[in-house]
């Protein structure tokens, strides 16, 4: 009888144990490849980290329900986290102009008579205007800089990406499911493509690093192609690229043309 009464209290002190465990939230042990995943996104936030501002020129195609608006001349320039101005040229002329400083979007169609300027406010501004499709300025900063964009998240994973032999970053945020995959290349160490969903699921847009280059220290776009699956993008060739360069707040804000 001591015998079977000491099984069931030890039983019984192993089922408690176990309850009270869940029920004080202990945080299981993460896996090795949850280790690997959280490592690899952490080594991509500090790419580039000392990368704060930079200018750039190249040329600039951008399409519209697969149908192609422009192929221009652009020059831009950043600074982190998400000023950016971005000119587009004609026949050595600006024609566009948008512009954000983090507090205020500013829109200046030169070829306009009516309504060419608008500044609204928004910070970390969407540039659909320009662009058909709603990213942030922060996230074209980052990729500009040669860093992934890494939006809000509640866990992340890695998978094998099969078909073009390498891995997929996979992050995911409460009830949304993924909001973003991050394409690495076999070896883990150079990121092929980025993209980011909406809360619905559907694809919000699509970046990939057609080709990089070094420049100071930094490995930054050669070309770079964002896009959507509605036939909206642009294609950004990099002819010129300038780091560490000097900027001014004062550069990210546009003024009204004068009458």
């Known amino acids: 009888m001591k015998l079977i009464s000491l099984i069931f209290s030890l039983g019984t002190a192993a089922f408690l144990f176990s309850a009270c465990s869940s029920l004080t939230g202990r945080i299981p042990e993460k896996s090795a490849d949850q280790v690997e995943a959280l490592n690899l996104l952490s080594s991509l936030n500090i790419k580039n980290h000392g990368l704060k501002t930079f200018k750039g020129i190249g040329k600039i195609k951008l399409w519209h329900n ?20 971005i000119v587009v040229y004609v026949s050595g002329l ?7 400083n983090g507090k205020w979007l500013y829109y200046l169609d030169l070829t306009s008579k009516h309504f060419p300027f608008k500044k609204i406010r928004s910070a970390n501004a969407n540039l659909d205007q320009l662009v058909s499709i709603p990213i942030r300025s922060s996230d074209v900063v980052s990729l500009l800089s040669g860093r992934v ?11 094998k990406n099969k ?3 390498g891995y997929i970053l996979v992050l995911k945020k409460g009830w949304s499911g993924v909001i973003e995959k991050i394409y690495l290349d076999v070896n883990k160490s150079q ?3 980025v993209e980011i969903f909406n809360a619905d699921g559907s694809l919000k847009y699509r970046a990939i690093f057609e ?3 070094h420049i100071k220290g930094y490995h930054v776009p050669l ?12 294609m950004l060739d990099i002819e010129r690229y300038m ?8 550069m990210f804000v546009l003024s009204p043309p004068e009458k």
């Open 149 to 159: 964009p890494v939006h809000e998240h509640t866990s992340v994973g890695l998978l």
């Open 191 to 193: 990121v092929q493509k």
């Open 223 to 234: 070309r770079l192609a964002i896009s959507n699956d509605n036939g909206d993008g642009f």
């Open 211 to 213: 080709r990089m280059q």
């Open 243 to 250: 780091a560490d360069v000097s900027v001014s707040s004062s």
């Open 66 to 85: 697969d149908k192609l608006q422009f192929n221009e001349r652009v020059a831009w320039a950043g600074m982190d986290p998400e000023s950016l101005l």
């Open 94 to 100: 600006p024609v566009r102009k948008i512009s954000t």
């Open 163 to 165: 078909p073009e032999n």
